[in-house]
């Protein structure tokens, strides 16, 4: 085994049971090493795998296949040398600061002494001098997590594991919280050899990391990997960190938007495809945001981002849907309006949704398929339940009954189709079934 590796998964494979007990494959064959000296951002689409596979390093969780190691030694549970600071916090509430951060020495067998000793010093650095008799309750958001990452670091880890750490916190504590951590790495105030981190935020994996690995998902594989070769302490503002924030939202962007047919197509279209999940309003909100100044209907993606109040992980759902319904066309990193978006930008409420409508059963092939359906059914109604096991025969309860509900809130604006939630019936609209 090379000397310098701190983690090395081979061929990791786990799969969960999903609600109707059928498994689901959730990561599969990943390998992945974790180098000494390296940080390294776990990206991708939520659900895609990142803290499944972040749980099994820490020993949290077993793979159902494969080999984990750190230093040459399987992993099975949690390694003395590998901490885990959490999106949550993840602290004691009755239990005071000091006593959260002792937590992790006491499993590992350390006297109360050193204990004591150890924490208070670990507060300190961490910026919490004095706040060891509080309690978590008595924090702020951004001070938790001071506390979470006092309680990892305590124990002289080796490898730090962050699973979305900073994601909890407002903006600013999130970025100064992040910049303190790289400092006390990059001074070696701290003897942790390796990170490895995951976030749904672009451009704080391009900030921390050496290495970016994003992830596919359905399942979660290794897609491709990006360097980033930028000396620390990096600044968000240069030209270099834009343009390599702009190379990797390109590299998230790049699934290819499946190819549907119309519906005029003879055949019935597949619809196997889960739906993006994202509904009208964020849909209007992006490209109404998109269509005016400064964009006017052009944007660099992370700066649309900036502009919008909405995360990556609302943003890229919201992107594809829009390149489905064919308002708008992303590639390499920008988005621009299609003349179509452009003529529903422009459009008012009434316009907007015919539009939406007609977009939605040209292109989205599950729309169009509950319409035919419909439309074969002499009461022109049908219960949500005949949607759902054509949607099961692709893909598992959990991501159909998801799919039938953003089909069903798109297609009720759309007036494509109606739905009655109280009895989970789906109908024609009344001027389709006059005309049926
Ligand atoms: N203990 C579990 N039991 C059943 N399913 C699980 C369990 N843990 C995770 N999953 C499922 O596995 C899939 C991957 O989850 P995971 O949390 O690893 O993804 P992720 O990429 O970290 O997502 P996110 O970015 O939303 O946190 C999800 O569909 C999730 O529902």
């Excluded at 795998?49 to 399987?74: E, F, H, M, Q």
């Excluded at 998230?252 to 309003?281: E, G, S």
């Excluded at 390149?323 to 179509?340: H, S």
């Excluded at 049908?382 to 096991?389: A, G, K």
Aim: proline share 6%; with cysteine.
């Amino acid at each position: 085994m090379n000397r310098n590796t701190l983690v090395d998964l081979k061929g990791i494979s786990k799969s969960f049971r999903i609600a109707d007990g059928r498994p689901r494959k959730v990561l599969d064959n990943v390998d992945f090493k974790l180098a000494e000296n390296e940080i390294v951002a776990l990206l991708g689409k939520s659900g895609s795998g990142k803290s499944t596979l972040l749980r099994i390093v820490a020993g949290l969780i077993p793979a159902d296949s494969g080999s984990a190691s750190y230093r040459g030694n399987p992993i099975h549970g949690p390694a003395a040398g590998i901490s885990m600071v959490f999106q949550s916090f993840a602290l004691f509430p009755w239990l005071t600061v000091q006593q959260n951060v002792e937590l992790g020495l006491e499993a590992q067998g350390v006297g109360p002494e050193d204990r004591a000793q150890r924490a208070e010093a670990m507060l300190e650095l961490i910026g919490l001098a004095g706040f060891g008799g509080a309690l978590p309750r008595e924090l702020s958001g951004g001070m938790r997590q001071r506390v979470g990452i006092a309680r990892a670091l305590v124990t002289n880890p080796d490898v730090l594991l962050m699973d979305e750490a900073f994601s909890a916190l407002d903006v600013m504590t999130g970025e100064t919280l992040r910049d303190e951590i790289l400092e006390l790495w990059a001074d070696q105030r701290i003897p942790t050899k390796g990170m490895l981190i995951v976030s749904h935020n672009i451009e704080e994996a391009v900030m921390m990391a050496d290495r970016i690995v994003i992830l596919a998902s359905d399942p979660g594989r290794i897609r491709c990997q990006y360097a980033v070769s930028l000396e620390r302490p990096r600044d968000a503002d240069t030209a270099d960190l834009r343009q390599m924030v702009d190379e990797v939202y390109a590299l998230m962007t790049a699934r290819p938007v499946p190819q549907v047919a119309v519906a005029a197509a003879a055949a019935p279209a597949p619809v196997d495809y889960a739906l993006p999940a994202t509904d009208v309003a964020r849909i209007e909100g992006v490209l109404d945001l998109l269509a005016e100044a400064p964009f006017e209907g052009h944007a660099d993606l992370p700066q649309l981002a900036e502009e919008s109040a909405l995360t990556d992980e609302e943003l890229f759902p919201t992107y594809e849907a829009l390149a489905m319904l064919g308002l708008a066309q992303v590639e390499a990193g920008d988005i621009a309006l299609t003349p179509l978006g452009q003529r529903y930008a422009q459009a008012g409420h009434v316009l907007r949704q015919e539009i939406f409508g007609q977009q939605l059963l040209a292109q989205v092939p599950l729309a169009t398929r509950i319409r035919r359906m419909l439309e074969s059914e002499p009461s022109g109604t049908m219960p949500r339940e005949r949607v759902l096991d054509l949607l099961r025969e692709g893909m598992e309860q959990e991501k159909a009954v998801h799919t039938l509900e953003v089909a069903i809130e798109w297609g009720r604006y759309g007036e494509a189709y109606e739905f009655d939630f109280h009895t989970g019936v789906l109908k024609l609209p009344d001027e389709a079934e006059e005309a049926a």
